[in-house]
Every structure is written in C-alpha cells, then in structure tokens.
C-alpha cells in the first residue's frame, strides 16, 4: 500500500523560503503515468493545487505560484520536494502531497489515488 508522509518546519517567518519533503512508502515515485502533486489548503478556505512533478520527472505549476514555488525529487529516496520563496502569511495552509495516475491537476481530495495526512504550515513573524 503507497503511503505519503510529508514533512516541514511548521513555522515560517514571513519572507523565508518554505521547505517540504514528501516521502513515499510502498511505492516508487517514477512509477509510470503517476504524477506527485502538491496541494493546499489555506483556513476556512477549498484546496489549492500548487503543482506537480512526474513519474519521468517534467513539472507543472499552478500559474499563479509558479514564480515562488519549485517542485523537486530524489528518486534515490522516493522522496518530492516543495519549496515555496517569499512566504506571505495568506500562505498559512495545511499542504498536502498526493498523488494520480494519468491526471496532473485535481482539486478533490477523494479523486486522487494517494493523498497524505497533510502538514500544518503557518507564516508568521
């Protein structure tokens, strides 16, 4: 059974880069047509999609972060990356890594294949 955990600081200062590691258990993250999402959910607010990396390692970005975020792998340590510059305090969410076979971008938690317990971040000074 595929598991993901992620990972992160918990607290940011506002301007700090913002690092998140996903770690995949059960299976391999270059496994074909699968693409390892990163997705968040600000308080009281819907998910957002952040962005995505694939099973042969091409990325895709919601276009309204792409210019603060980066999404990275080590398939030596099935691992995906997050990093996120320039923090701003709206950027204070519960950010998940999942994952789907065949579909880059979802914004329904149930639709994706595997989907992990979420880590809080909060940006405050």
């Known amino acids: 059974q595929v598991q993901l955990q992620e990972s992160g600081p918990g607290l940011v200062k506002p301007s700090q880069t913002l690092s998140l590691t996903c770690t995949v258990s059960g299976g391999s993250i270059t496994t074909s047509y699968y693409y390892w999402s990163w997705i968040r959910q600000p308080p009281g607010k819907g998910l957002e999609w952040m962005g995505a990396?694939?099973?042969?390692?091409?990325?895709y970005y919601s276009p309204s972060l792409k210019s603060r975020t980066s999404i990275s792998r080590d398939t030596s340590k099935n691992t995906v990356y997050l990093q996120m510059n320039s923090l701003k305090p709206e950027d204070t969410a519960v950010y998940y890594c999942?994952?789907?076979?065949?579909?880059?971008?979802?914004?329904?938690?149930?639709?994706?294949?595997?989907w992990g317990q979420g880590t809080q971040v909060t940006v405050s000074s």
């Open positions: 990396i694939a099973y042969e390692g091409s990325n």
């Open positions: 999942a994952a789907h076979r065949l579909v880059v971008k979802l914004c329904v938690s149930r639709l994706y294949d595997y």
